[in-house]
């Protein structure tokens, strides 16, 4: 495992992870720049903490896919480039053993990652004089962070897979693309639509929507989530075994 931690100073994998994660916190919060937004928060602060999660929701859904396909790519391109995957065979160490390896290092990166920009995004609005947010709400922020967390992991492990897959990286970030304009397309489609999508589980996460009378609440469909991240981690698992047998 260090030595995978090693490999990722050679990748400015990090680097690059967090350029997208201030992206990510700069996408979300724009409208608090904008003139009389943070009074709003003052005036109304359920409807605008409602209102800026969804726009959280938003960042999450649009750059997490490019996120996570860019590390993926970085971490596993070096070794489609160096012939890592039949030096670490020679050495005891099958793909499908590596590639777990390199998901429990970038896997712990996202997390971190993902903690930094949620703490950013809920700092910000009370750095600029906004009130804090209640409990309730506060509860439904974390349950949101949580969820798009786990989210991003299973996300991780797709990515993985198919850097391991296919020797061109340009293929892994092309799907981290089309990835975000699929999450955005899920936020603006139905529940069940959403759950088909396969970059449409922060959308499924979010607990409220803009309607014509401002931010409702909705329902967030945790069953399909859990059935979500089951589906992954099959898959993930049997593309495991099936790289542990295939000829170097």
């Known amino acids: 495992m260090m030595i995978e931690f090693a490999k990722l100073r050679r990748t400015k994998t990090l680097l690059l992870g967090l350029l997208l994660s201030a992206g990510i916190v700069l996408f979300a919060s724009m409208n ?9 928060f003052a005036d109304d602060p359920h409807s605008s903490w409602a209102g800026y999660l969804v726009g959280f929701s938003m960042a999450q859904a649009f750059l997490a896919p490019l996120q996570l396909a860019l590390i993926a790519s970085r971490v596993v391109d070096a070794e489609h480039a160096s012939g890592g995957w039949r030096l670490n065979a020679v050495a005891g160490t099958r793909p499908g053993a590596l590639l777990v390896r390199k998901f429990g290092v970038t ?6 990652l993902k903690a930094v920009e949620f703490a950013g995004v809920l700092a910000l609005p009370i750095a600029l004089g906004a009130p804090a947010p209640d409990g309730e709400m ?8 949580f969820g798009a967390t786990v989210t991003s992991l299973a996300l991780l492990a797709v990515m993985l897979f198919l850097a391991a897959i296919v020797d061109s ?7 981290g693309v089309v990835g975000g304009f699929l999450g955005i ?3 603006l489609s139905p529940a069940w639509l ?5 970059f449409g589980y922060f959308a499924v996460l979010t607990p409220f929507s803009f309607a014509e009378s401002g931010v409702e609440a909705v329902q967030v469909h945790w069953p399909l989530w859990i059935g979500y991240l089951v589906l992954v981690s099959a898959l993930f698992g ?3 075994k099936a790289l542990d047998r295939k000829e170097i």
């Open 32 to 40: 608090l720049f904008a003139g009389g937004q943070i009074e709003q």
């Open 107 to 112: 896997g712990l990166i996202v997390a971190v």
């Open 138 to 145: 506060l509860g439904t922020w974390l349950r949101f962070g």
């Open 169 to 175: 990286q340009t293929v892994v970030l092309a799907v």
């Open 185 to 187: 397309a899920a936020l």
């Open 194 to 198: 959403a759950a088909i999508n396969p």
């Open 238 to 240: 049997a593309g495991i």
